[in-house]
């Protein structure tokens, strides 16, 4: 990830926030393959929580979509 972008980032955020993670990908190729980035700000235990918390939180979405709900 490069250093403009993550300065855009932080400018956007406008200093508010006490810990954020920025997850990105490229374009997959013909093959499939993507590159995936993670940045984060801020304590790592307290990235790791808000990672874990975000994939639950797909997880949950996920099963309700599967269920019909």
Do not use: W
Not at 37 to 52: K, S
């Amino acid at each position: 990830m490069n250093v403009a972008a993550i300065s855009r980032m932080k400018k956007a955020l406008g200093g508010k926030y006490t810990c954020y993670v920025l997850i990105a990908c490229s374009t997959p190729a013909e093959n499939g393959n993507m590159d995936v980035e993670m940045h984060f700000e801020g304590d790592e235990t307290l990235a790791a929580f808000l990672v874990e918390n975000a994939s639950q939180a797909f997880e949950e979405r996920q099963g309700l979509q599967e269920s019909g709900c």
